[in-house]
């Protein structure tokens, strides 16, 4: 099944950084508070990746001591780290009407959004949302690739297979992409285009756990199945913490039970 969605310790490997955003593409916002913003930003981020909970808590001690926009976007950080996914998503939309920000800035904060929408397995509201994303910021391939995970949610892989082959034109070497791409090809059965794109993202990022997982998966099919176990085992000693993980020792035993039913 594809992956609904990118690892979520990518919504903290913020682009380039929201404050700079807030008020335009180049400077920092005006409304810096006592500290320094940016320094505060990134610092806050990396705690909402690691530890959510308090890294909302002194979100909002910052917004309070004049941090603005970019305290509230670590707020929505933090609050997708607790799986607040309904709350998050509301206010990416909020904050996306309210910044005064580039049609591009505003279109990744409301991609932000769809994707805490369909963490929240509201894929339609999700899909309304990208929809603006991709109209406002055409050129952009982050969009497109979430909205393709959207697409895959709801099992249009057909759909997702053009948003990715678009995104893919625009960012050739996004290896997160072709993985998605390769496990949307499964879907559809084309095996070999699932194929070429797991290992064109494994060029890209050797070990990369999704384009790994899939490769295994469309050996498996091909009746490799010692391959597709070095594989899977590769990304468990790894990726040991990862949802591939989890996935590919799930394969690996239900691999060995087949074994053991074709040999009794």
């Known amino acids: 099944m594809i992956t609904a969605i990118r690892n979520l310790s990518l919504l903290f490997m913020v682009f380039v950084a929201p404050i700079q955003g807030v008020a335009n593409e180049n400077t920092a916002p005006t409304n810096t508070g006592p ?8 610092a806050c981020l990396n705690m909402a990746s690691s530890n959510p909970y ?21 707020a929505l950080a933090a609050l997708m ?8 998503a509301q206010g990416f939309e ?18 932000r959004a ?52 678009q995104a ?7 290896a ?20 070429e794109d797991a290992l064109r993202a494994l060029q890209i990022a050797p070990s990369h756990p999704a384009a790994l997982l899939e490769l295994g998966n469309i050996q498996r099919i091909e009746g490799d199945d010692n391959q597709a176990r070095k594989n899977w085992m590769t990304i468990i000693s790894t ?9 590919a020792q799930t394969n690996i035993e239900l691999l060995d039970i087949k074994k053991n039913e074709r040999n009794n």
């Open 94 to 111: 909020g904050l996306a009407n309210e910044v005064d920000a580039s049609k591009e800035f505003k279109a990744r904060l409301l991609s």
């Open 54 to 74: 308090d890294a909302f808590d002194e979100a909002v001690r910052w917004e309070g001591l004049g941090g603005g926009h970019p305290a509230r976007y670590c």
């Open 81 to 88: 780290g607790m799986g607040r996914f309904d709350e998050a």
């Open 35 to 42: 500290t320094n913003n940016e320094a505060n930003y990134r």
């Open 168 to 174: 893919i034109s625009i960012s050739p070497f996004d």
């Open 114 to 165: 769809a994707e805490a929408w369909l963490l929240f397995d509201q894929l339609d509201t999700a899909l309304d949302v990208i929809d603006t994303a991709v109209t406002m910021s055409p050129d952009d391939a982050e969009p497109l690739v979430i909205r393709a995970q959207i697409f895959a949610a709801k099992g249009a892989f057909w759909e997702a297979t053009d948003d990715l082959g």
């Open 176 to 195: 997160d992409a072709l993985a998605f791409r390769a496990s949307a090809w499964r879907q559809l059965d084309v095996l070999d285009l699932a194929k």
């Open 239 to 247: 990726w040991p913490t990862s949802k591939a993980a989890l996935a």
